[in-house]
């Protein structure tokens, strides 16, 4: 056997620079943050003229927001499918203690809880499947609401600041 030197290549792929750059990032720390600035330094070594790389950082900076608006938006279903169990068990366990008195046993009771399970078990399905056309018209219908909600807010905020001075 023979002990030979690593060979690195000539040339890399833009793939393989990022994920060396990825890499030798993650190596320094979690502490260690870049300045646009060094960004843009970085950009200048790579040959990346100023325009490629603002368009760059702008479809970054939407696919961010989009992904704390959707970040959001899961929240706000799973908080809303929350809410919907705990009624759920609320008044099943009204209605299954209500049978229980009345009758000495569970009997019909025991229909309304599958019927209403039924529907609980659907918003399961809402809530936590996300990979369909479903979703994402929820999804764009919840994030028109609150810009709209964020518009209307903002205005009356306006409108309110002006009346008080």
Not at 71 to 93: E, H, M, P
Not at 102 to 126: E, M, P, Q, R, V
């Amino acid at each position: 056997m023979s002990d030979s030197p690593v060979q690195y290549p000539e040339v890399y792929s833009s793939e393989d620079i990022q994920q060396i750059i990825q890499i030798a990032l993650a190596r320094q720390g979690e502490d260690d943050e870049l300045t646009r600035k060094q960004l843009w330094e970085i950009a200048d070594e790579l040959n990346i003229d100023l325009q490629t790389l603002q368009v760059a950082e702008n479809q970054w900076l939407q696919y961010k927001n989009t992904a704390q608006k959707r970040q959001a938006f899961d929240l706000y279903r799973r908080n809303q499918f929350k809410q919907k169990t705990i009624k759920y068990s609320i008044v099943n366990g009204f209605l299954i203690s209500l049978n229980l008195i009345t009758t000495g046993g569970i009997s019909w009771s025991l229909y309304i809880l599958l019927f209403f399970g039924l529907g609980l078990a659907l918003d399961w399905w809402k809530t936590f499947h996300s990979k369909d056309e479903e979703y994402e018209r929820a999804f764009q219908r919840w994030s028109f609401q609150n810009e709209v909600k964020q518009t209307f807010n903002s205005i009356w905020q306006k409108l309110y600041n002006s009346w008080q001075s």
